[in-house]
């Protein structure tokens, strides 16, 4: 007795075959080229002026020195945090990571300000607050 038929073993490797491209498709493809859902940046402004812009796709290490103290942001896996700073209180290390455009790390004895914007600038970009 014969479970499979020659047609049902068509199903199966044509199924099998499909599963084989999506994975390809879905985990693969990511590895070779760069995120495109989060393209947004951190900015950086001390004591209101610029200081730097990076992308968030980047990984990226940056010391901070101000008149005010050091700081070091960390830039990696899509996300920035606040890795080290000689502020007294510490607050801007435990500020978690950010992603999401809106979201900042505030290290007020330093007046550094890191902040993710998007790049096209449609959500907390300047222009908005502005208007
Ligand atoms: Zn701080």
């Known amino acids: 007795m014969q479970f499979l038929t020659r047609r049902d073993r068509f199903l199966i490797a044509a199924v099998l075959g499909c599963a084989a491209v999506l994975a390809v498709w879905f985990y693969i493809l990511p590895f070779m080229m760069p995120p495109s859902g989060n393209d947004d940046l951190v900015c950086v402004t001390i004591d209101g002026e610029s200081y730097g812009t990076w992308p968030l796709s ?19 896996d899509g996300s920035a945090q606040m890795t080290e700073a000689d502020c007294p209180d510490g ?16 290290c007020l004895p330093h007046r550094v300000i890191a902040e993710v914007i998007s790049r096209d600038g449609t959500s907390q970009g300047y222009d908005s607050i502005s208007q």
Do not use: A, K
Request: glycine share 8%; proline share 6%; hydrophobic share 25%.
């Open 91 to 106: 607050l801007c290390m435990h500020q978690g990571r950010i992603s999401r455009p809106g979201e900042m790390i505030v």
């Open 58 to 76: 980047e990984d990226h290490e940056e010391d901070i020195d101000t008149p005010y103290g050091h700081n070091h942001l960390t830039i990696r």
